[in-house]
């Protein structure tokens, strides 16, 4: 088995290591205990009650309860699940207000909604300033009787900026306008409390919370009318058809108990990790400059442009360091266009192409912030110097 | 992510010929920072017409600069003619391949070189500089004049679609829609916001397809002994039903797509779709 290089992994938000206590917690699932949880046998229904264990884990740190939790494959499937069942359920109704500034799994769907279907639906993309705030009163204008869906996410997985969600929530639901958040970026960095909230489905992928890719989860508010996506079965109470990935599903449960007893050290060591690769950063690289809100954001993201430079060459040059990170420009996203979202927030192309993704976790370190503030300088200098914009 | 051959990663790490030829007999500068790839060349070339240094500058991603690196030492040594045919297949093989997504890293190198030699030879490459207007993609006054008028571009909408402006932040959808104004003046699409925009109900569609089928597509199918019939409605789609000689003829769909869905979406909604009933 060829060897992994150990490396300082900085890109979090595009995913995370699995948690060994998680590794730990899958393991029976992947030997001994094979059964199918939906079996009449004890040996099926003991996996059963380890469903039911983690269905309650994923619940507490949602302050949700458990009968609202389903399982499902990723992030992606939790949303689209959501955006098509209600605008299944209201059908009569053709707009959907989402932002400029969604992940690709939201915003690729409305996008299509209104192409695919021949405009039947109209969809609002709210805009965001050069922070990337979102305007409320545009908000509140969009609003219609016609709208069957709004989805907004609740942190920028390129950013890290906030959203006003529970604010949102309150004004749709005064409208009986159902609510669809992408909180795929903020469980288990901030706190959420969705039994005091007016949100309808929320959606939670697990490796971004320290569980295996494979597994996300839908919270649907009791009492929500819901058209499942995935028929099937009679699994997740008829919501979403397919045999549990059992293992998967074990290991998620035990990433939000651990995410709840972690995040306050997310909130204030890794925060203050994070604050210092910053700060560090932007003063002793000139022509350098934070991009989105400087205090409304996740505690672990970083989203920094190096004007002049282009974000593939400094990620690869990182690389040869052994520090992990992703970039806004338009070379590493696979299209010949930089990021959306730094589109969105207006951020000049001098900056956009040069743009750095630091998201960190619990795994970092002080020695490697030391590293990356050690070698971040040199590196920017020197692509520098290849630059026929940079006057030296 | 990309799969970099070895050449690529030597090129891109330890770059060769940077910087930038004093007294240049020729330089070449393309790109920009809106693109996300520039290169600048300068060439130094003796009076036998051999190119004797070149150094180059780039600012791009780790295929521009491999690109750049190695088409200097390639060039270098070589007259000016034969530099003149070097191809962009030739740079990326020379790197041993590029991504296919990359390949317009090695098309940058060309032209730097074709836009060298032009200067060295006293020929300049028509390229004049306009203002910026749109900044998320730094599209200049003239590439919106120059679209607008090649394409008969007729609202903003067009000129996102045709030139990226205005496709990023939004900002400066009045400044393209002053250009827009001053460009065709009388001949600007009056466009609603889609917002304030009052929907068509179902029923008032309904008539006015049923007024323009009446008025501008049944007379010509029924000079051929045919007709029509509309069949239903449903949000842009539009079934139809042909009848008489028009059912059993080859061209029906021809007559469907460029006949019915074009009188249909220049008098009712642009969007409608016309599909035939089976």
């Known amino acids: 088995m060829a060897a992994y290089p150990h490396v300082i992994y900085m890109d979090n938000n595009a995913t995370t290591r699995v948690a060994p206590e998680v590794v730990e917690a899958m393991m029976p699932y992947l030997t001994e205990a094979y059964g199918n949880p939906s079996s009449m046998h004890t040996f099926g229904g003991l996996v059963g009650q380890a469903l039911k264990k983690a269905r309650c884990q994923v619940a507490a740190l949602l302050g949700a309860d458990e009968e609202e939790i389903t399982f499902t494959s990723c992030g992606t499937e939790s949303d689209s699940t959501a955006i098509l069942s209600a605008i299944r359920t209201y ?64 942190a920028n997985n390129e950013t890290g900026v906030i959203f006003p969600i529970a604010e949102m929530a309150r004004m749709a639901k005064q409208r009986g306008i159902l609510f669809h958040t992408d909180a795929v970026q903020a469980v288990g960095k901030i706190a959420i409390d969705l039994g005091k909230m007016d949100i309808d489905f929320l959606s939670i992928s697990g490796h971004k919370l320290h569980a295996p890719k494979g597994v996300g989860v839908l919270y649907i508010k009791r009492g929500t009318l819901f058209v499942p996506f995935m028929a099937g079965g009679h699994q997740e109470h008829g919501r979403r058809g397919g045999t549990e990935n059992v293992a998967s599903i074990v290991g998620l449960g035990r990433a939000c108990e651990l995410a709840q007893e972690k995040m306050a050290e997310e909130n204030s060591r890794v925060k203050k990790l994070r604050d210092r690769l910053e700060e560090s950063l932007l003063s002793s690289i000139p022509k350098s400059m934070l991009n989105g809100h400087k205090t409304n954001r996740l505690p672990n993201t970083a989203n920094i442009s190096f004007e002049y430079v282009e974000g593939e060459a400094i990620l690869l040059h990182m690389n040869q360091h052994g520090i992990c990170a992703s970039s806004g420009s338009a070379c590493t996203s696979g299209s010949l266009e930089p990021s959306h979202v730094l589109r969105a927030m207006g951020v000049p192309f001098t900056a956009a192409h040069g743009s750095i993704r630091f998201s960190l976790s619990v795994y970092n370190t002080e020695e490697e912030i030391d590293m990356v503030i050690g070698s971040m300088p040199t590196i920017i200098e020197n692509l520098r110097k290849l630059s026929p914009f940079w006057k030296g | 992510m990309w799969e970099y051959t070895d050449k690529v990663q030597q090129h891109f790490l330890s770059p060769q010929n940077v910087g930038e030829v004093e ?124 679209a607008i008028k090649e394409s008969s571009l007729r609202s903003v909408e067009e000129i996102t679609n ?88 080859s061209k029906s769909q021809t007559t469907i797509k460029d006949y019915v869905e074009k009188k249909l979406r220049e008098f009712v909604l642009p969007s409608l779709i016309v599909e035939e009933n089976n």
Not at chain 1, 100 to 129: F, I, M, Q, S, W
Not at chain 2, 88 to 114: F, T
Not at chain 2, 116 to 138: H, M, Q
Not at chain 2, 194 to 214: D, F, G, S
Request: aromatic letters at 4%; a negative charge; one cysteine or more.
């Open chain 1, 91 to 154: 059908p009569e109704r053709r707009h959907v207000i989402t932002t400029r500034v969604e992940h690709p799994a939201v915003k690729n769907l409305c996008e299509n909604l209104e192409t695919v279907t021949g405009h039947k639906y109209r969809v609002t993309k709210l805009k965001v300033d050069a922070e990337g705030m979102l305007d409320m009163d545009e908000y509140e204008a969009a609003l219609t009787e016609d709208t069957a869906v709004v989805s907004v996410m609740w």
């Open chain 2, 23 to 146: 007294e240049p007999s020729g330089t070449g500068d393309v790109g920009s920072l809106a693109c996300g790839d520039a290169l600048k060349l300068t060439l130094k070339i003796d009076a036998n017409d051999i190119i004797v240094d070149a150094k180059f500058k780039t600012f791009g991603c780790a295929s521009a600069i491999a690109s750049s690196s190695v088409l200097t030492e390639m060039i270098k040594g070589m007259p000016v003619d034969e530099a003149a045919k070097i191809t962009n297949e030739d740079i990326a093989q020379a790197l041993g391949g590029l991504p296919k997504e990359k390949m317009h890293c090695s098309v940058m190198g060309r032209e730097a070189l074709e836009a060298a030699i032009a200067d060295y030879r006293g020929l300049t490459l028509p390229k004049a500089e306009g203002e910026v207007v749109c900044e998320c993609f730094g599209v200049t006054d003239l590439d919106v004049i120059r």
């Open chain 2, 162 to 249: 045709f030139t990226k402006a205005g496709g990023g932040c939004g900002k400066c959808e009045d400044k393209l829609r002053a250009i827009l104004q001053e460009t065709v003046g009388g001949k600007m699409e009056i466009v609603i916001p889609r917002m304030v925009q009052k929907k068509m109900t179902a029923l008032q569609k309904i008539k006015k397809i049923e007024e323009v089928l009446e008025r501008e597509v049944r007379p010509g199918l029924r000079k051929d002994g045919g007709d029509i019939e509309l069949v239903d409605v449903d949000g842009d789609f539009v079934t139809v039903s042909l009848r008489g000689t028009c059912k059993s003829c």
